[in-house]
C-alpha cells in the first residue's frame, strides 16, 4: 500500500482540527506533506521505476487552478487552495472531482443552517425565546468557547478544508482511491 493515502489522512486530521478551532489551515504542514510527497513520488519514479506521476502532478496543479478563483474573489481562504493542490498531489486529480463534490455539499448545508439559523428564532415563542438566548450566553462564557474564539482572531466563515477533509477522509475509508489512481 502506498503511503500517500496515509499521509493524506493524517494531513486531514490535523487541517480539520485547526479548521473548526481556529479557521486556518497551517503552511508549515502543507509544505512538509507537500515536498514529502514530491520527493517520494519522484524518487519512486527516478529510482525505482515507477510510472511517472503525471496524474499526481496535474492534480497539484487542477486543485490549486479550480479553487483560485474562489479565493480571488475572497470567497475562500488561501489555505483552503493551498490544502486543496496538496490533496491533488497526494491522491492524483481523479481524485478531486469527487472529494469537491462531496465537500462543496457539506459546506452547503452549512451555508443554509447558517442563514436559516436567525429566521428560526423569531418563529419561536417569547419564552424560547428568551431561553435559547440565555442557554447561548452560558455557552459564550465558558473558558473553552472564549479560547476558540480568540484563536479565531476574529475569523469567521465555513471552515471549508475541514469538509474537505472530511470528504478525502471518506473517499480513502470507501476504498475509492485505489480504483481512481
Same mark, same amino acid.
Given at each position: 500500500?502506498?503511503?500517500?493515502?496515509?499521509l493524506?489522512?493524517?494531513?486531514?486530521?490535523?487541517?480539520?482540527?485547526?479548521?473548526?478551532?481556529?479557521?486556518?489551515?497551517?503552511?508549515?504542514?502543507?509544505?512538509?506533506?507537500?515536498?514529502?510527497?514530491?520527493?517520494g513520488?519522484?524518487w519512486?519514479?527516478?529510482?525505482?521505476?515507477?510510472?511517472? =506521476?503525471?496524474?499526481?502532478?496535474?492534480?497539484?496543479?487542477?486543485g490549486?487552478?479550480?479553487?483560485?478563483?474562489?479565493?480571488?474573489?475572497?470567497?475562500m481562504?488561501?489555505?483552503?487552495?493551498?490544502?486543496?493542490a496538496?490533496?491533488?498531489?497526494?491522491?492524483?486529480?481523479?481524485a478531486?472531482?469527487?472529494?469537491?463534490?462531496?465537500?462543496?455539499?457539506?459546506?452547503?448545508?452549512?451555508?443554509?443552517?447558517?442563514?436559516?439559523?436567525?429566521?428560526?428564532?423569531?418563529?419561536? =415563542?417569547?419564552r424560547?425565546?428568551?431561553?435559547?438566548?440565555?442557554?447561548?450566553?452560558?455557552?459564550?462564557?465558558?473558558?473553552?468557547?472564549?479560547?476558540?474564539?480568540?484563536?479565531?482572531?476574529?475569523?469567521?466563515?465555513?471552515?471549508?478544508?475541514?469538509?474537505?477533509?472530511?470528504?478525502?477522509?471518506?473517499?480513502?475509508?470507501?476504498?475509492?482511491?485505489?480504483?481512481?489512481?
Open positions: 500500500m502506498s503511503l500517500l493515502p496515509v493524506a489522512v493524517l494531513l486531514s486530521a490535523q487541517v480539520a482540527i485547526s479548521d473548526l478551532y481556529a479557521r486556518r489551515v497551517s503552511n508549515r504542514w502543507l509544505l512538509c506533506v507537500g515536498v514529502t510527497a514530491l520527493g513520488l519522484l519512486m519514479w527516478a529510482v525505482r521505476g515507477a510510472p511517472f =506521476p503525471g496524474m499526481h502532478l496535474a492534480g497539484a496543479v487542477v490549486l487552478a479550480a479553487l483560485l478563483p474562489f479565493y480571488a474573489l475572497g470567497w481562504g488561501a489555505g483552503d487552495v493551498k490544502y486543496f496538496v490533496l491533488g498531489l497526494l491522491l492524483g486529480m481523479p478531486l472531482l469527487p472529494i469537491w463534490v462531496v465537500s462543496s455539499l457539506l459546506a452547503g448545508a452549512h451555508a443554509v443552517c447558517v442563514l436559516l439559523a436567525p429566521g428560526l428564532r423569531t418563529t419561536l =415563542p417569547l424560547m425565546q428568551w431561553l435559547q438566548a440565555r442557554a447561548q450566553e452560558q455557552w459564550q462564557a465558558r473558558p473553552f468557547v472564549r479560547q476558540i474564539h480568540a484563536s479565531r482572531q476574529g475569523r469567521v466563515g465555513i471552515p471549508y478544508a475541514a469538509y474537505l477533509a472530511f470528504a478525502t477522509v471518506g473517499f480513502i475509508a470507501c476504498g475509492t482511491y485505489g480504483a481512481s489512481s
